[in-house]
């Protein structure tokens, strides 16, 4: 029979996996609006981009704090250890993060800044979605660690790999961002998010096949994982399910009409990779060698925290599920934020 000490760390690693899956679907589209910016044919048709997450983005965030907060309850040495080799990629992510939500508010109240403030919520998407792309990529390339401690150097997780992920989650970012505008807009902006939309796809496609070709070369443990014994047996439904996702993904926005479909498939993209990703990882929280159980907290501290996350959790879900219900359906072109 399993004691506390070995289910608790389980129960953690799918709370954090959650709140930062829930993150990256939910706020991957609006940095997705802020990279597509540059596209807006004016400012009127970047306020009818940043209309269509108006009402909702500012929740969104909340998903990215639990999982934090949850890393530094449960697994506080794994939290120590990517806080300090990841530091750089981290602190620029959160200022980036921050010019992000001030440049998306001042937005609207500015008038002969306005262009500015564009540009800004532009470049703070940009720097944010690259440096959540580094972080990923560092992880699954392997920290440096000796004993259970960072041996690196501030800029160890420098590598062309991360410097990939970076990219390719700019470029999925992106790809969510332009199916989010089908999805909730009509006329000429649908039609340009459907014009990008398509050579994202194969951009996103080919950066996942970059990156799967590359891990092999890598001193990870992630893709001996996959080949391990039998382990590919049970692991190949979900390569081969994102195959036919991408499929059936460039057929949805090559097709007119079904505009919600190019979204749904898109989200369903990024949750397959995040579930080959988890797969590959476990049981490890910190490649290549920290597992969820050396770096987890006492049960005791789990377990306290684990009552407040049970209330906490189901009213952040409730919210999140209110707010994208009321505000369902198309956003028209004259609807105003203030």
Known sequence: MMDLQTVLPVVWFGIIGFGVLMYVVLDGFVLGLGILAPFAEDEGQLDHMMNTAAPIWDGNETWLVLGGAGLLAAFPRAYAVVLSSL?????????????RGVAFEFRFKANRSKR???AAFSVGSMVTAFAQGVILGALVEGLPLEGGKYIGGSFS???????????A?????ALLGSTWLVLKTEGPLQKVARTVARPLVLGVVAFMGLVSAWLPFLDSRIMARWFEGANFLWLAPVPLLVLANAVMLWRAVMREGRDARPFLLTLSFFVLGFAGLVLGMWPNIVPPEMSIWDAASPPSSQGF??????ILLPAILGYT???????????AADSGYH
């Open 87 to 99: 530091y750089v990629p981290v602190l620029l992510m959160l200022i980036a993060l921050i010019f």
């Open 169 to 173: 989650l700019v470029a999925g970012y």
């Open 157 to 167: 997780w420098f590598s062309p790999f991360a410097m990939l992920t970076g990219i």
């Open 305 to 310: 925290v684990l009552v407040g996350v049970v």
């Open 116 to 118: 500015f403030w564009g």
């Open 321 to 331: 599920w209110w707010s994208y219900s009321v505000f369902k359906g198309k956003v």
